[in-house]
């Protein structure tokens, strides 16, 4: 997160040279602080199914596949977006677009890290956790990155469901099926990903009209973006307090933390609408990650002791 908003402000990071440097272009390249987040909802997903800690070797493993699956669609990404990349401050030190890495290298990373991931699943996990972190990947690089980003405003809302689709992984990885919770959860972080990006981009508006990518704040300006943010904001407080009533799939413990955190959310955005400047959608964009980590935190300790 700290190096996102740096390179929104401009700070680009220094590499090093040599092996260190070769090893640090491609966990650039594997956007490893997408894999952390995607890890976090999928070892939560795996704790609610257990109800507790599940068996050691099927979340390390699990864990294993889902980072690399991750890594591999970053790096998929990276390649198809690498003549964007360099237009953008925020991405313009990635290892393509400054030359530090060819296409080729970075497709054969590609290619072998989802395939490794694809094996460890089906061969040590399951075959329905296989093959639905596989979806997520094509969802990711086919349907998001080369169909959707450079087509439509609404490539976020649409592809935010590659993003959602870990819990559902975890969930299987344990039980061989898709649980409520998972799906709770899936709708959860589907709500929260237009939000969350919409609020960075109003920090990067100018890059995205640079690299003529349809983000909303410059395709329907910014005051259309703080409304839309607000809408979502809402939408995704509402969902969340609805796996407590009238669904009824957490407890107690977890519609506390939905409702203070929400609270917290909503007051952000609002703060977004009425207020100039980058301040709060900084805030927001900071607090957002938080927030997603702290309401899997919830649902875990709630669906192992309420």
Request: contains cysteine; charged residues 10%.
């Given at each position: 997160?700290?190096?996102?908003?740096?390179?929104?402000?401009?700070?680009?990071?220094?590499?090093?040279?040599?092996?260190?440097?070769?090893?640090?272009?491609?966990?650039?390249?594997?956007?490893?602080?997408?894999?952390?987040?995607?890890?976090?909802?999928?070892?939560?997903?795996?704790?609610?199914?257990?109800?507790?800690?599940?068996?050691?070797?099927?979340?390390?493993?699990?864990?294993?596949?889902?980072?690399?699956?991750?890594?591999?669609?970053g790096a998929f990404n990276c390649i198809v977006d690498s003549?964007?990349?360099?237009?953008?401050?925020?991405?313009?030190?990635?290892?393509?677009?400054?030359?530090?890495?060819?296409?080729?290298?970075?497709?054969?990373?590609?290619?072998?890290t989802g395939i490794i991931s694809f094996a460890i699943l089906?061969?040590?996990?399951?075959?329905?956790?296989?093959?639905?972190?596989?979806?997520?990947?094509?969802?990711?690089?086919?349907?998001?990155?080369?169909?959707?980003?450079?087509?439509?405003?609404?490539?976020?809302?649409?592809?935010?469901?590659?993003?959602?689709?870990?819990?559902?992984?975890?969930?299987?990885?344990?039980?061989?099926?898709?649980?409520?919770?998972?799906?709770?959860?899936?709708?959860?972080?589907?709500?929260?990903?237009?939000?969350?990006?919409?609020?960075?981009?109003?920090?990067?508006?100018?890059?995205?009209?640079?690299?003529?990518?349809?983000?909303?704040?410059?395709?329907?300006?910014?005051?259309?973006?703080?409304?839309?943010?607000?809408?979502?904001?809402?939408?995704?407080?509402?969902?969340?307090?609805?796996?407590?009533?009238?669904?009824?799939?957490?407890?107690?413990?977890?519609?506390?933390?939905?409702?203070?955190?929400?609270?917290?959310?909503?007051?952000?955005?609002?703060?977004?609408?009425?207020?100039?400047?980058?301040?709060?959608?900084?805030?927001?964009?900071?607090?957002?990650?938080?927030?997603?980590?702290?309401?899997?935190?919830?649902?875990?300790?709630?669906?192992?002791?309420?």
């Amino acid at each position: 997160m700290s190096s996102t908003l740096s390179r929104v402000d401009g700070v680009l990071p220094r590499h090093s040279g040599g092996l260190p440097g070769i090893v640090s272009d491609f966990y650039e390249l594997s956007k490893p602080r997408i894999i952390y987040l995607l890890l976090i909802t999928t070892a939560a997903a795996m704790i609610m199914a257990a109800r507790g800690i599940p068996h050691l070797q099927t979340l390390l493993w699990t864990l294993l596949g889902g980072g690399l699956a991750s890594a591999s669609a970053g790096a998929f990404n990276c390649i198809v977006d690498s003549d964007i990349d360099g237009l953008m401050r925020r991405t313009c030190a990635r290892p393509i677009p400054t030359g530090r890495m060819s296409i080729r290298s970075a497709a054969i990373y590609a290619v072998a890290t989802g395939i490794i991931s694809f094996a460890i699943l089906i061969l040590l996990v399951n075959p329905l956790a296989a093959w639905l972190s596989l979806a997520g990947n094509v969802y990711y690089v086919v349907i998001y990155t080369m169909m959707l980003k450079r087509v439509t405003p609404l490539n976020i809302v649409i592809g935010g469901a590659a993003g959602a689709i870990p819990p559902l992984v975890g969930w299987a990885a344990v039980t061989g099926t898709i649980g409520g919770p998972a799906i709770g959860l899936f709708m959860i972080i589907f709500l929260w990903t237009p939000p969350h990006f919409w609020s960075l981009a109003l920090m990067t508006e100018i890059d995205y009209d640079k690299a003529k990518i349809p983000m909303l704040p410059n395709v329907s300006g910014v005051a259309r973006t703080k409304l839309e943010i607000l809408i979502y904001s809402i939408v995704l407080v509402a969902a969340s307090l609805a796996l407590w009533y009238p669904f009824h799939v957490m407890g107690w413990i977890y519609l506390a933390a939905a409702a203070i955190l929400g609270g917290i959310f909503l007051y952000g955005a609002v703060r977004v609408l009425t207020q100039e400047g980058k301040t709060w959608p900084r805030w927001l964009f900071k607090f957002s990650l938080l927030y997603l980590a702290l309401m899997c935190l919830a649902l875990v300790i709630d669906r192992i002791f309420a």
